[in-house]
């Protein structure tokens, strides 16, 4: 397609995002009216809210919109997965300006769509309104079927903490971007494209997950928050964490730990969950840490030590200005 969103116009621009997507069973009545219906079996709705501000969450020389597609949705689905909840549906709020290509919002539409498709929901609808700055903003929802959510105040001394997923992925492919390079290719797609293990989440939920929260901020500051809504101190064994040799490779050549991205990087939208430690845990979740009563050290500990370095990221901070560790 040629021109431009201006001269498609905003009917002309919705007729074309609307025409991409796709159904998915809990949608009951998508786009073209007021509002959509979306089938709630369980009676209660889980449901979370995403926003992406190109050149603050994206920037369109690293990805491509589709990238932005499927990153956005991957970040809201991941949210719906980490309470313990299978996700239903998306709505799109979109905001561009209208000498934007018209191509950008509809290749858009497609990487929301598809990643949709992967986790079992579909898009139900949204708006779109011209403005100077390209934001994505998504809405997405989910069915607890019949379980109690997965919170983060439910670990208790005695638990083990587990995560399932890529940790440090995503940064890795952040430092490989912002030094101009666009390999090793599975770092830079991690950045690009997060893939959360999605299943896991209401798997969890029927293995007695105590509680439970995707990796967007950093294993350390999401730690922190389940710390803190717990009122524990979590302990992380280093040595079980996993450092893949290409990313050590990577951290050599940037003068960066490679542990530094697995406790701090975010955006991998792994899920991190504990457990009664009695619990057999299936052979994708990997044991790294256990729940401490609280202590006078920070509420996350790395082999019982404090974590000097910065914690993860902070969205009202400086780009190199993380959260702490302690989530205080």
């Not at 934001?135 to 379980?147: H, K, M, P, Q, Y």
Request: with cysteine.
């Amino acid at each position: 397609m040629r021109g431009t969103v201006g001269e498609l116009g905003e009917f002309g621009l919705i007729r074309e995002l609307t025409s991409r997507i796709t159904t998915a069973p809990a949608v009951r009545l998508g786009p073209g009216d007021d509002a959509a219906v979306v089938a709630a079996p369980d009676r209660r709705v889980v449901a979370t809210t995403d926003i992406l501000l190109e050149g603050r969450h994206f920037r369109r020389d690293w990805s491509t919109a589709y990238d932005v597609g499927r990153k956005g949705a991957a970040q809201n689905l991941a949210d719906i997965a980490a309470m313990g909840a299978v996700p239903t549906a998306v709505l799109l709020g979109l905001v561009v300006p209208a000498d934007l290509a018209a191509t950008w919002p509809i290749e858009l539409m497609d990487g929301i769509r598809d990643e949709c498709g992967v986790a079992g929901a579909g898009v139900a609808g949204g708006d779109v309104v011209r403005g100077d700055l390209i934001t994505v903003s998504i809405t997405a929802l989910g069915d607890l079927r019949n379980r109690e959510p997965v919170t983060r105040s439910g670990a208790r001394p005695g638990d083990v903490v587990a995560v399932t997923g890529w940790l440090g992925w995503s940064a890795a492919g952040n430092a490989v971007l912002s030094r101009g390079f666009r390999s090793p290719r599975a770092f830079v797609e991690a950045h690009r494209r997060p893939e959360p293990p999605y299943p896991a989440g209401p798997l969890a939920a029927e293995l007695g997950a105590t509680a439970m929260t995707d990796v967007s901020d950093g294993l350390l500051a999401d730690l922190g928050h389940i710390a803190q809504a717990s009122k524990v101190r979590i302990n992380i064994r280093s040595g079980d964490l996993d450092v893949p040799a290409q990313m050590s490779d990577i951290g050599s050549a940037v003068g960066v730990d490679p542990l530094q991205w697995v406790l701090t990087g975010g955006e991998d939208h792994a899920l991190v969950a504990t457990f009664p430690s009695e619990t057999k845990l299936p052979a994708r979740w990997r044991r790294i840490g256990e729940v401490r009563h609280p202590s006078a050290l920070p509420r996350v500990t790395v082999d019982d030590a404090p974590w000097d370095a910065a914690g993860g990221w902070d969205h009202f901070g400086d780009a190199e200005s993380p959260v702490t560790v302690d989530g205080a």
